[in-house]
C-alpha cells in the first residue's frame, strides 16, 4: 500500500475550506459549495471529483501516447456530471462523461490503437470511482473524429 497527502484543510467561513498540499510551492485552493448552501467561491466537491477524473484520464493519455514514442500531444478535455437523489432523496454523483480532444490527427500518432487501448488502466482514480457510478470518455482528434467511446454516451448520460 501506498500513502498519498497528506492534504489540510481550514474552514474559513461558511462552507468555504482552504485546501493546502504537501507539495512545495504549490498554492493552497479555497472550495465553497454552491448555492444555496454556499457562495460558489470556490470549486465544489463535485467539480474537484470531475477535475481529479478528467486530469488523471488525459494524464494517462499523455503518458500511454508518450510510452510509443509520440511528441508531447496537446489535448483539451472537459466533464460533465450529473446527481441525482438516492433511496434517501440525497444527491449522489449519478454518471460523469469526460471528453478528451486531441490538439492532432489521429494519423499523426504512433501507435494510436495500443494506447488507446490501454491508458483508461492507467488512471488511479477513475478505476476508482467507477466501482461507485459510471463514467463514459470520449476520445477525439483535431478533425473531432470520435476515436473511442461512444458517441451516444452523453445523451444517454444526462437522464437519471
Known sequence: MES???INLALESGLQFRVEYDLPGVPAVTTDAMPPLGLGHGPDSERLLM???ATCLSASLAFALRKYRNPETPMRTSAQAWLAPNEQGRLRMHSMVVDIHLGVAAD????LDRALAQYQD???VTASIR???PIHVRV???DAVLLS??????SQTSSP
Open 108 to 111: 499523426s500518432l504512433r501507435f
Open 140 to 142: 477525439f482528434d483535431s
Open 131 to 133: 466501482r461507485a457510478f
Open 122 to 124: 492507467f488512471c488511479t
Open 149 to 154: 467511446g461512444n458517441e451516444q454516451s452523453a
Open 51 to 53: 477535475a481529479s477524473v
Open 4 to 6: 498519498v497527502g497528506p
